[in-house]
């Protein structure tokens, strides 16, 4: 039925002021009445509450306008799908985007509380692994900046990812706790909570008309709550909603246990509801088979499409317009189910036929590939959905049956290419391919860089993409400038606007302009200036976490991302170690000093990667303390890598290492940060780098290694990598060194496996890039030891990153796939 009942124009509070006066009094009020302490006792945790609560209030004023302004002008809705989202801080960025830094800092000075302590005791929420969920986090930022309406929907863990500790080397996962002291920024809607099936069985209903219907009857019931978090963009535009869902057990069903006197039973299935999201997956390109995991894909997935369809039938009464006025992308296919879970509410719920329901539901749907490893991609046992899922199984026996028939009708598809676009894997034991249920259903599949478009085309769906073509399209990455420059570097943005004015900060492009300073001194002086401050506040950060004492004017040369075979940490430490023998070996040599900074967490059951951190740690004890290398190299691990971390380590790189093996890295965003902060690039061409090489020129990059062709090519012809490693004494020694134990003499054995698996397969291409990845960093100490040239070049690549915002990337989908209006996009 429709309704209209939303009166637009009923009247709104006056707004706060943005005064130091106000905010100063406004804090107090804060400490005073919703904190409930005074100020003479008050601590920091007090302060950091109560100051939160101040800016909150500044950004709900733009709240209710923004919501009031897509409900007075329908505009249509973009609805963002993650089951990650790595937000990290909220405090400073909302505070820099509404312009209130200062005052608030003077207001707090006022009562002697510095606003730097507070915003470092702010936690840290780290709802994601990496690359994947801060793309999210940085696209929500970028939607509210240039204006769109949109909601993001995940998932409100209780313990986002591991914090990571080391222990002798080793990495040990304890849990975060990031809900500890409550969180200010989020308000509860218990009003908005739906109810999420799980298993049971399918019964048809006679309807009235004669006609039957079939309905799920589920076995289990919980309940998802919606937490909303409001996110301002820049300038304070706009503010869009992050609502993460909650699981919670059904009040009556249990209150029925309780009065029964079944308080064991009770408990235990409020624990069971609130299980589901309790903890965040800690796996990184690689898949959670866990029935657990299924079931939080499922639960954010139906409690979003229900609060979408709600909406919706809120403000047009019918169904028929959804594509008109909505817009689902999913991020990576763990909310893929959400396209069988749509069917299942048009057709079961609202009595839509299925041609129409399924021609609505690809117009909705957009999805966003993220990576290409097999071992990545999600695929779910037919029996397990059956199971928990037994409505939505069927309906992805009907989607397949209507795309298998549709390969038919069109024809020369083979039997291998047909088993191919198909929904269910038969080889073993049947699976549901969620890649290819989320492209079938959507009328959109984006890749996140040129080259990994390119490679879904020819390889996972090549004969998706040949039965529907025109879908597959390319949006590259990309990160929002405010926080990967704006907030984490503060010295530079200011040496920026003396140079070419404020304006960059509304128009990124307009950092081209720098381009034409790159060569002069004086702006080359202040540039290195700006590093070198960033540099030593992290050398602190290194002192006081390691204890290890690191040279300012040592080139830092950074790789900090997921632990990974595939993004080659152990290439980098190999080289790192030849680089140690050769300064011992010829200390009259002029080198070039270096700190090689590593951080990242390693997934808790990859093996390999817990492995290459004990061994960075194992060769920095060697490296660090032996007096023959006098400094000139140091190696150090920072442990719990996370957004705030990254905001700290990331201003200070000189060099930053992008060194996947080709064709692996979907698109990377950690290189683009690195980018905006003037450090200089030594990448493979992978992922995003390619794209960066033609923004900033090869002179401007360091570029080395196999391409994708190249990786593709010897991995066809199984090539061994021994002739590599038999070409080069520089590798074989460190190898040897490594796998003998030099760097491990209290377990010689322990890297005989990893050094092996090189000699053997080399899956990665670590042997058969070294040498060129060697060639690659002697050209970078020569680079550094032309100053002018150095900072001439790592100006050029600030002043190039504009195309790498997610302003842009935003953009882009507003246009292309959503068919949003934006500003200033
Ligand atoms: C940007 C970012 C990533 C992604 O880094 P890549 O180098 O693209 O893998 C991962 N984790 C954090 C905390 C980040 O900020």
């Not at 909303?228 to 699981?247: H, M, Q």
């Not at 959109?444 to 080259?451: H, K, T």
């Not at 900074?597 to 490296?623: E, R, T």
Request: proline content about 5%; overall charge negative.
């Amino acid at each position: 039925m429709p309704q209209k009942p939303l009166v637009l124009d009923a009247p709104v509070p006056e707004r706060r002021a943005l005064t130091t006066e106000a905010l100063q009094s406004e804090i107090l009020e804060k400490l005073t009445y919703s904190v409930g302490k005074d100020p003479i006792v008050a601590r920091p945790h007090d302060w950091l509450k109560a100051t939160i609560l101040t800016v909150r209030d500044r950004i709900i004023d733009q709240w209710m306008e923004s919501s009031r302004e897509t409900w007075r002008t329908s505009n249509k809705r973009v609805y963002y799908l993650s089951l990650e989202f790595l937000i990290g801080r909220l405090m400073r960025d909302a505070m820099s985007n509404i312009g209130v830094m200062e005052p608030v800092r003077a207001a707090l000075k006022n009562f002697n509380v510095d606003l730097g302590d507070l915003i470092n005791l702010e936690p840290d929420a780290a709802l994601g692994n990496g690359g994947l969920g801060r793309l999210a986090a940085c696209f929500m930022e970028s939607m509210a900046t240039v204006n769109i309406p949109a909601y993001g929907y995940g998932i409100r863990y209780v313990h986002g990812l591991f914090r990571q500790e080391m222990s002798e080397g080793w990495q040990v996962e304890l849990p975060e706790d990031w809900l500890a002291h409550g969180n200010p920024w989020e308000f509860e809607r218990r009003e908005s909570s739906y109810e999420i099936g799980f298993g049971g069985h399918v019964e048809p209903v006679q309807e009235p008309d004669g006609t039957t219907r079939l309905e799920w009857r589920p076995a289990e019931h919980l309940l998802a709550v919606a937490f909303d978090t409001p996110i301002v963009g820049w300038r304070g535009k706009r503010v869009n909603t992050l609502r993460l869902w909650s699981a919670q057990p059904i009040d009556p069903i249990l209150l029925d246990k309780f009065n029964a006197g079944d308080h064991i039973g009770a408990l235990e299935e409020s624990s069971r509801a609130a299980a589901v999201t309790r903890v965040l997956y800690p796996a990184d390109s690689t898949p959670s088979g866990q029935e657990l995991r299924l079931r939080q894909e499922f639960f954010f997935s139906s409690a979003s499409l229900q609060d979408i369809v709600r909406r919706h039938m809120q403000a047009y009464g019918d169904l028929g317009s959804l594509s008109d006025k909505v817009a689902i992308q999913l991020n990576d296919t763990h909310p893929a189910i959400s396209i069988a879970e749509l069917m299942r509410i048009l057709i079961d719920i609202h009595g839509m036929a299925w041609a129409p329901a399924w021609k609505l539901t690809k117009a909705t749907f957009g999805y966003t590939n993220h990576t290409l490893l097999p071992e990545a991609l999600e695929t779910w046992p037919v029996g397990l959905l059956e199971r928990m899922l037994p409505r939505q199984m069927q309906i992805i026996y009907a989607i397949n049956a209507e795309v298998l028939g549709e390969a038919r009708k069109m024809g020369g598809f083979t039997d291998s290419q047909i088993a191919n676009l198909s929904l269910i894997d038969e080889h073993g034991s049947r699976r549901v391919r969620m890649g290819q249920l989320a492209f079938v259903g959507s009328h959109s599949i984006n890749g996140v860089s040129a080259l990994h478009s390119e490679l879904l085309k020819k390889t996972l769906f090549s004969d998706l993409d040949r039965l529907y073509p025109e879908r597959i399209n390319n949006k590259t990455n990309g990160v929002t400038p405010r926080r990967w420059l704006l907030q984490c570097n503060p010295g530079l943005t200011r040496l920026i606007s003396e140079r070419i004015g404020p304006d960059f900060q509304d128009d990124f492009s307009l950092l081209a302009q720098l381009d034409k300073h790159a060569d002069d001194p004086t702006f080359q002086d202040q540039f290195k200036a700006v590093k070198r401050a960033n540099k030593v506040a992290l050398a602190q950060v290194i002192k006081d976490r390691l204890g290890i004492v690191v040279s300012p004017d040592a080139m830092f040369d950074v790789q900090v991302k997921r632990i990974h075979e595939y993004k080659r940490q152990l290439l980098n430490v190999i080289e790192a170690v030849a680089q140690y023998s050769m300064i011992r070996s010829h200390p009259e040599k002029d080198w070039v000093p270096r700190v090689k900074v590593f951080a990242g967490k390693a997934a808790p059951g990859y093996w390999n990667a817990k492995l290459i951190i004990k061994l960075i740690n194992d060769v920095a004890k060697v490296v660090n303390n032996d007096p023959a290398v006098r400094g000139l190299l140091k190696v150090v691990f920072l442990p719990n890598y996370n957004v705030s971390l990254a905001e700290q380590i990331i201003p200070a790189a000189d060099l930053s290492e992008q060194i996947s093996t080709a064709g692996m890295e979907a698109s990377g965003t950690g290189n683009m940060k690195f980018m905006a902060n003037g450090a200089i690039t030594i990448g493979t061409l992978d992922g995003a780098n390619v794209e960066m090489l033609e923004q900033v020129g090869p002179d401007n990059m360091v570029i080395f290694g196999l391409t994708a062709d190249k990786v593709a090519e010897k991995r066809n012809r199984s090539e061994v990598p021994r002739s590599a490693i038999d070409a080069s004494p520089a590798l074989r020694q460190a190898l040897e060194a490594i796998s003998s134990g030099v760097f491990s003499p209290d377990d010689p054995n322990r890297y005989r496996d990893l050094i092996g698996g090189l000699y053997d397969h080399d899956w990665f291409m670590v042997a058969r890039d070294f040498d060129a990845y060697a060639a690659a960093q002697r050209d970078i100490d020569e680079l550094w030891n032309k100053p002018r040239k150095w900072y001439s070049m790592a100006i050029r690549n600030t002043a190039h990153v504009s195309w790498f915002s997610s302003d842009r990337t935003i953009s882009q989908y507003a246009k292309e796939i959503w068919g949003v209006p934006v500003v200033g996009g």
